[in-house]
């Protein structure tokens, strides 16, 4: 008896222990089973999940509710497109008779949004005899109603033809897909069986595919989006999408024709220059870069480029210059709207006709100088100034050149004949040329002179010989000289006794249309008078002498072969 006792009394501690062990957290179950989710409602991985719904986990076993809590479980969302994760907040529920948990989210789910639910171990998740969940438990659902993404539009479309050689092809899907899987495994163009390689990019909803080189003219080309590409939730696109088109079949555009021809004589100044191609271009190619002109071969025309049927336009900005050779050139940057150029650069010439009016007189070296003289050169009051020019006397020498300062010469020099040895040489051969050019003036004879006398004050003059066998006057009213768009038109005005102009209210020189002051002469063949506050304009060649009255001003130059140039008061000589 006392043996059986002991027995008992052994087993009944043991038992003690056994209970007390089971309400240790680390106690390892001996009898019994661990508890296991059995199901889920939205089940893993469930799509379109109703935004109103309750969450729940049904368990093998009755649970112990207070470890089963918010605590131990949670519902974290994300946008299937991107975003930070978001936490479901809401509240737990435990049917004992069902072995339920279930969770009421506070607000409903997000449209479009991937849910991840987790129950956790710790704190431990126990049975009503403790017993205690070992792994944690994770399952996914989504609130997006999962429909396999298709291509909806291509660019070529299928069996397009007539498609430029240099097409980036495109393929727009019916939702946004996942970036890193559009690459040139799954978006692919081949020529046959000849791949063709290229960039694959991929924004908004639509894929591009930018050939490495221009595609081969009149060829259909195979493109297919692979069943590899797939939206942000690893759907992907049913079959693969097939597609061809066949490239423009096209010629090496030419020119054809132009406006002047080549070698064109006699072109008009306000002319537009004219190209015409064998076909219509890219209206892109055509600008100032690819159709040009240049005067002589060296200054660049500046004008405006159009482009209309198959013919471009060059609209200069000012009219041409007479007596000039342009060159037009149509380079290889013109291309068709398939990319293909001409072949080599078209480039033709053209000539405008000789200046209105007589031929140029050459002033050679004569033209250096704004004021050259015989005998003297003086400026009696006020601060004259000669610009852009110099100032010269021969056979006078520098004694004879008064009134410097307070005149002045801005950039330029005073030179007289007795300077130096050189400068005696420069100037023997100034006036030697001034010579010449006095006389080239004087004989002058085509176009044929028009006969003048008294007073020019209020005409308008075009260009042309004007001889007066007398004396010639401006007063009354201003002269005009109209270049009539001719910005090489020249004037020579053959006076045989004096010349004076009046100046003040009238007898100025006023140029227009284009005229300039350097293709003026005014050929002297005794002296000259710029009258007082006269505006003037030209070159005057006068055989004896020239005075500028008070505040007289003159584009122009001042030339007396014989006698002295005389600077009254506040003068001013610009260089023409």
């Known amino acids: 008896m006392k043996t059986k006792k002991l027995l008992l009394t052994t087993f009944a501690m043991l038992l003690i222990v056994l209970i007390n062990g089971c309400q240790n957290d680390d106690f390892v179950e001996i009898t019994g089973q661990s508890p296991v989710v059995q199901s889920t409602v939205p089940a893993d991985m469930a799509t379109a999940v ?19 809590g918010t605590a131990a479980f949670s519902v974290i969302g994300q946008n299937v497109l991107g975003g930070e994760p978001i936490e479901v907040l809401g509240t737990s529920t435990y049917n004992d008779s069902s072995n339920t948990m279930s969770f009421v989210p506070t607000n409903p789910l997000n449209f479009n949004n991937i849910y991840t639910a987790t129950l956790l171990t710790r704190p431990k998740v126990k049975d009503v005899v403790g017993n205690f969940l070992q792994e944690a438990f994770v399952w996914t659902f989504s609130t997006r109603t999962i429909a396999a993404p298709m291509v909806i539009s291509t660019d070529p479309l299928d069996n397009a033809t007539g498609v430029p050689i240099d097409k980036t092809v495109t393929a727009t899907f019916s939702e946004p897909m996942d970036p890193a899987t559009i690459t040139d495994v799954t978006f692919t163009l081949a020529d046959g069986t000849t791949p063709i ?30 069943t590899g590409a797939k939206n942000p939730l690893g759907t992907a696109i ?10 423009l079949v096209t010629t090496v555009p030419t020119v054809i024709s132009t406006d002047p021809l080549d070698n064109a004589t006699d072109v008009l100044l306000n002319k537009t220059v004219t190209a015409t191609f064998s076909e219509p271009m890219d209206p892109l190619t055509i600008t100032a870069t690819t159709f040009t002109l240049l005067d002589d071969g060296a200054n660049t025309i500046t004008g405006a480029i159009t482009y209309s049927g198959s013919t471009a336009s060059f609209n200069p900005s000012a009219d041409l210059l007479s007596g000039k050779t342009y060159t037009a050139t149509i380079t290889t940057g013109a291309k068709n709207p398939s990319g293909i150029a001409i072949a080599t650069d078209h480039v033709w010439t053209f000539s405008t006709g000789a200046p209105a009016g007589p031929a140029f007189v050459d002033l050679k070296s004569a033209g ?4 050259l003289a015989g005998v003297g050169v003086s400026n009696n009051a006020g601060f004259s100034e000669i610009r852009n020019m110099d100032v010269g006397i021969s056979p006078g020498v520098r004694s004879s050149v008064t009134g410097f300062p307070p005149a002045i010469v801005v950039n330029g020099a005073i030179f007289a004949s007795d300077d130096s040895a050189a400068v005696a040489t420069m100037l023997i051969q100034a006036k030697q040329d001034l010579t010449d050019a006095y006389l080239f003036a004087e004989r002058a004879t085509a176009p044929a002179p028009a006969t003048v006398a008294g007073d020019q004050g209020g005409l308008t003059l075009a260009p042309g010989i004007y001889k007066s066998t007398s004396t010639l006057l401006i007063q009354s009213g201003d002269l005009t000289l109209d270049a009539q768009g001719d910005a090489n038109a020249v004037w020579i005005f053959q006076i045989a006794a004096d010349f004076t102009t009046v ?21 002297v063949g005794s002296s000259a008078t710029i009258g007082d506050g006269t505006i003037f304009q030209g070159n005057v060649l006068a055989l004896t002498s020239i005075t500028m009255n008070s505040g007289a001003t003159a584009v122009g130059r001042m030339l007396a ?16």
């Open 503 to 523: 100046g003040g209210a009238g007898g100025n020189v006023i140029l227009i249309g284009g005229a300039q002051a350097k293709n003026i002469f005014w050929q």
């Open 197 to 226: 390689t290229g960039i694959v990019t991929y924004s908004g909803s639509t894929a591009s595919f930018n050939p490495s080189a221009d595609l081969l003219a009149g060829k259909e080309y195979t493109a297919t989006i692979t």
């Open 561 to 576: 072969r014989n006698g002295a140039v005389v600077m009254t008061n506040a003068n001013i000589i610009e260089k023409p």
């Open 50 to 68: 109703p935004l109103n719904q309750v969450v729940t986990l049904t368990f093998n076993k009755k649970m112990n509710p207070i470890t089963i």
């Open 238 to 247: 049913a079959t693969n999408h097939v597609w061809t088109f066949t490239t």
């Open 368 to 371: 250096q100088f704004g004021i």
